[in-house]
């Protein structure tokens, strides 16, 4: 089986507040300790990774920038996405016209879906060996952090949706481009991040099922996040329980019961994918340290 | 948190930090002081439906029973898609025109896969309660989208493109649109053709043809929206969780309500840990003789951990304090168990609200 870090483009989504973001970057940050040239792109004006890896370059994040050796970062910028399309598609002097033309820029914010053809169409133009962009390097991969779960499979739906609308003509062909870099195993690769937790597993196993109804797609990986140490053996537990009350006891039996809860979700999202979730612990504790959680990460990858 | 002579309470927040519950349990302790109260909101996993007994919510506000409370309790689950089909049905001026928006193949395929759709929708919703005169008190889950903009921006955000001028030459048939509207629009026109594809082109300009008989509906929709999003009787309740994002997300919310002019009621942080009150080292000594050295080095972990956690919760909590200049926040520590029943948001009510709640 191919590899996860062998795909040129990784799309990491999952439930708001499951920690994507870190993940997305801590899958990047091992990508490109093993030498790969990676870019990991947010969308949706969202410029945390840079954040997450280094507070100093937190905000901005319109243009390509290195954040780390051979690790780069990107927020796509569906305005700026037109202005590259525009560019590449017609004469300069065209392009010049549409660009500052104000009926085509309200038309254009105002047709549905365009700016997440566009989100999407700049993430492909990114994955290319051979780039659109002018002067850029390719990537070795290309890791999306998507937005949340179902906002998540609205955007990569995007494509389909809008060569479906258009029927013809060059939007249409390009969209279909994409939906069949989208749509292909061997380049694309989508990961589902989840905690061990009741509603975060049952919106992973609903994601499984959307993207196999809209686009006929298979989750890669599964990464749950934010496990919290299993210490106590069920006899040790049952030892607790009969003690004397004391608050840290107290303390440790609660910890155990979640830590509990977290290890008959994991089964049950392990059921019902049939994927071994990766899995995280470092997020448990405190603020993350992104180091931290790709050394984790790093020998679990498929 | 005041709430008190609110009529709109607007619950925002980022994803995953209890917002879906934490506006249940508001409606709740309302309902509870005898208001007549709908909670609408947009949680996918039907798990507030479950919570407050109900087989399933529908678009529309359904009585909750078995709350024992001294007001009524109605909560309603938002589907934007029905939202969105209803009310282009009331803003249209006939039925015809409702049936060109609805039957039109760019409305049918992409109008769900537009970002803020959800937005608009649920605003759009919140506007029409507000004048059921079923209800004392609204509380809004707003959806999760992570930029706070899409949502205020919501009611701008369609109506923004329906600038007379600017669509009177879209709605224009294309050959004749550089007669009537001078050269600049026709070179565009025939560029964006040549992106596009004519076939798109047109079906563009059929569906704003269409809209076009909803336009003043859809402005003073816009309007109303948004004078009463900025109403004295609206407020903005803000919910976080400790982490770093929700936090940084809160504290951004924060800056464009008060950019916005918007008024903002009160801050909960949920799931917030107690420090413990011994340090890990005594409670090993102390546990040692009963439980062997080795068990009650694992419970000192335990405590560790959770000290760990309360230093990152407290400083979290003091950086909103700073920030947002709130006083005293509204903290919720973490609950031994998911809020999965009206027992359940109870508990948290009286969290939220105080006992006497």
Known sequence: ?302 | MNLEGKRVIVVAGSGGVGKTTTSAALALGLAARGRRVAVVTIDPARRLATALGLEELGNEPRRVQGADVAGELYAMQLDAKRTFDELIERLAPDERAAEDVLGNRIYRELSGAMTGSQEFTAVAKLYELHRDERFDVLVLDTPPSRNALDFLEAPDRLTGFLDGRALSALLAPTGLAARIVGRGTGVAFSLLGRITGIDLLDDLSVFFRSLSGLIDGFRRRAAGVKALLGDRATTFVLVTSPEREPVEEAIFFHGRLRDAGMPFGGLVVNRVHAPPEAEPDGIRAELAPSLGERLAGKVAETTADVAVLARRDAEAIERLRRELGVERPVVVPLLDEDVCDLEGLALLRRHLMGAGA
Do not use: C
């Open chain 1, 1 to 302: 089986m191919k590899g996860l870090l062998d795909h040129r483009l990784l799309v990491v989504t999952g439930k708001g507040g499951v920690g994507k973001t870190t993940v997305a970057a801590a899958i990047g940050l091992a990508a490109s300790r093993r030498g790969r040239r990676t870019m990991v792109a947010e969308v949706a004006r969202r410029t945390d990774v840079a954040g997450v890896l280094d507070a100093a370059h937190a905000g901005g994040g319109a243009a390509e920038r290195e954040i780390a050796p051979g690790l780069f970062h990107l927020s796509v910028d569906p305005e700026r996405a037109m202005a590259e399309y525009l560019r590449d598609q017609l004469p300069p002097a065209a392009a010049g016209v549409l660009n500052r033309s104000r009926v085509f820029g309200l038309l254009a914010a105002a047709t549905p879906g365009l700016r997440e053809l566009l989100t999407v169409g700049k993430l492909w133009e990114l994955a290319q060996l051979d780039r659109r962009t002018p002067g850029a390097d390719p990537y070795d991969l290309v890791i999306v952090d998507a937005p949340a779960t179902g906002h998540g499979v609205a955007v990569l739906n995007a494509p389909q949706a809008f060569a479906g609308a258009a029927h013809s003509g060059p939007v249409a062909r390009q969209a279909r481009i994409i939906q069949a870099t989208l749509s292909d195993p061997d380049v694309t690769a989508i990961v589902a991040v989840a905690r061990a937790e009741q509603l975060a597993v049952t919106e992973t196993l609903a994601l499984q099922d959307a993207l196999r109804e809209s686009l006929g797609a298979e989750l890669d990986a599964i990464v749950v996040n934010a496990l919290e140490p299993d210490r106590f053996t069920p006899a040790e537990a049952r030892r607790l329980a009969t003690h004397d009350p004391h608050p840290a006891i107290e303390r440790a039996l609660a910890a155990h019961a979640r830590a509990r809860r977290q290890r008959a979700q994991l089964a049950r999202l392990t059921r019902g994918t049939g994927h071994r979730p990766l899995r995280l612990h470092a997020h448990a504790l405190a603020t993350p340290d992104l180091h931290a959680l790709a050394d984790e990460l790093a020998p679990q990858l498929p």
